[in-house]
């Protein structure tokens, strides 16, 4: 196998700087940045333990909700409009044949600070709620939850007329019974399962609630005064899917967008002849909104481009551009973006290719390239560093300063 010039994976960093394995000098290291309102935290990884904890403003954060090894989180910026995600004894949440217990149970950040809500005998529904939004557009609701007597939670949105819901079945980790238009997810934390519903608001009334049964789809019965669920991390934010978790206390709170740009040189690499390989994915598939990671001369006229989105769903592109004109642009399907995939993407006088998890993708056998040392740097973002900025998990990010072979291609994304 040829030797890389340039090798990020998540490993090495600090405040404002993600180290580069390769080289070891510091000319592969990019810049990063990310604040929270006011200068706070208000940003949060899952770390090796598997433990949800907060991240410092500016730090970036190498998570590991999807197993051993870490990926480089980037997000687009966000607020929780929740107020009070962990305290749900305050009267900012209104209780409707509930109680709340405080400190009942080991949340997910492996703190004594989980609430038990609990259903009174009242006959009806048993929850809590918040006035809904007055900004029209998506939202997402999550909270982390974990099954009491009751394995039901219940999320949704009365709008004024009609409630928007859906059950969470928290015994076996599943969506259960959905009344009306949302989508919905659910994932592990521990013992703990992070329930998410995103719906459309469109009015100034009603309210969001967080809700629980004692059986899929029952909404309205008769409560035993001792049954319950356990949550903690309650979060509404105005995206189509759910984002890290953004703690709050006694006022909404902002993460802002991570940014990650600025590594490389031109003696990194050649703009005549190379390879770019990337493993990462999707935080979803928001297909409407590009998601951009390049190398470039600081312009988006002479640039290698990968991109999600592209206003369809599951893709995505290849671009190679010479004084603002594309050499090649393919589009790319895989089944699922929000999985990782292994994508190497090559460039030559008249031969481009590609190579997905392990198998040539498309050969393009006419095109220029870019003169010798036109290329500089490599962003997250368009080639101009600042525009459409990629938002995902990365594992890893390889340049190589020549076309590799087909079966180093097949084994590097193998």
Known sequence: MATPSLVMIPSGYKSEKVYSVIPSNGDGDFTFTREGASGQPNSTRVNKDGLIEEVNSNVPRLDYSDGSCPSLLLEPQSTNLFPYSEDFSVSDWYKGRVTINSNQNISPDDTLNAS?????????????????????????????????ENN?????????????????????????????TS?????????????????????????????????DGLRNYTGDGTSGVYI???????LSYPTSYIPTNGAIATRLADVCTGSGNASLINSTEGTLFVELAAL?????????LSISDGTTNNRVLINIGN??????????????????????????????????????????????????????????????????????????GTSTPFHGKVKEVRVYKEALTEQELTDLTS
């Open 152 to 180: 039901y939670l219940i999320l949704g949105i009365w709008d004024g007329s009609s409630e928007t819901l859906a059950w969470f079945d928290l015994e076996n980790g599943l969506i259960s019974t959905v009344q009306g």
């Open 311 to 384: 206003g369809i769903s599951n893709i995505y592109t290849y671009y190679y551009s010479v004084s603002g004109s594309n050499q090649i642009n393919r589009n790319i399907s895989v089944t699922d973006i929000t999985q990782n995939h292994k994508l190497a993407v090559t460039w030559k006088t008249n031969e481009f290719k590609i190579y997905l998890d392990g198998s040539l993708n498309h050969t393009d056998t006419s095109g220029s390239v870019n003169p010798a040392g036109t290329f500089t740097q490599i962003q997250f973002a368009d080639g101009d």
């Open 232 to 238: 903690w991390g309650a979060q509404a934010e105005q």
């Open 284 to 292: 979803a598939n928001d297909y409407a909104v590009d998601k951009r």
């Open 183 to 215: 989508t919905q997810t659910i994932e592990k934390f521990g013992d703990y399962y992070r329930c998410s519903v995103t719906f459309n608001i469109s009015g100034s009334g009603g309210y969001e609630l967080i809700g629980m049964s004692n059986a």
């Open 116 to 148: 038990k809500m609990i259903e009174t005998t009242g006959n009806g529904n048993h929850q809590i709620t918040k006035k809904a939004h007055s900004v029209n557009g998506s939202f997402t609701n999550s909270v982390f939850a974990k099954k009491g």
